[in-house]
């Protein structure tokens, strides 16, 4: 029996870490192929988290910790190469002997017109991975919908304004009457009851509903939209039971990337991954909401052949009660297309 049509997880999605050099030219090579959508963040210093993507074009940057408008700076990402990126020699990507995790997801290079939705978008759509990048020009002020490329509804649609603005995101789990905020203060809220951000529709196969007096009015966007891939992404929701003994939560895959967010209760956007940690217990986060560098205060998980499972008690991952959605993405399937199964960490 097949679990996955992708057997090789790194051929789509994959951390590297890499350390500064203070100069421009340094490229960061052994990504495995080139990242499309491209996210980074200093580790052993404060600073902001930085998203780049082909369709936008390098350079251009936004930021997930805050509200700031797209700013373009090549001196910070200068270009996507076959296998990685280019960096300048800003502090904020290139400080020198800073380190830095950089998570990279392959799309479909820069994009073409969709015109399935009401406004044309233009998209960058990997149907195989389950990722697309879209940006829409001048939403206006009414419900709109845009194609996303996918050719199956997306399950976690991330909306940023260009302009400045909340990130807001649609999750299949929380339904399409919630949105949830990334970005400044926002970012450790729970989820919010809004009907009309995304039409209290969920996505379909061609587009996504939403409305452009709920997102900023005439402003231009980019959306990450991605699709669950049986075997190497899950986008879904467990209860938190409180204890050092927590919650297990099947994902059909050993995990590479998992972002936790807490959705009944407030705090932040947890982020792990398995090269910041190749062992369990997985101790080291970051926030997505926020600037402070790797922290390991915490046993928050361990990843396991075919899920995670919580191991601390503390309420940010595992409040009693509490309902927390989470993304994730694949090191291995738990078995592959033709039987092999994955190996515990």
Known sequence: MAYTIINKSTDYFNTKLYTGNGSSGHAITGVGFQPDFLWLKPRSTTGYHRVFDVVRGA???IYPNETNQENTDTNQMSAFNSDGFTLGNETGSNANGTTFV??????NGS????TAGSINSTVSANTTSGCSIVTVANVGSANFTFGHGLGVAPSW????SRDGGKWNNY?????????IQLGGTSGTNAKISNTTMWQNTNPTSSVVYSNGDQLDANESYVFYCFAEKQGFSKFSSYTGNGNADGTFIYTGFKPAFVIIKPSSYANSWLILDNKRNAFNVTNTRLE???TAADYSGLDYA??????????TSNSHPNNSGGTLIYMAFAENPFTTSTGVPACAR
């Open 157 to 160: 649609v991330l909306a940023k």
């Open 111 to 114: 994009g073409s017109s969709n």
């Open 302 to 311: 361990d990843f396991l052949s075919n899920g995670f499972k919580i191991r």
């Open 59 to 61: 350079g251009k940057q």
């Open 171 to 179: 999750f299949k789990s929380l339904g399409a009457g919630y949105t």
């Open 288 to 290: 997505a909401d926020g």
């Open 102 to 107: 950089a998570w990279n997801w392959k799309a």
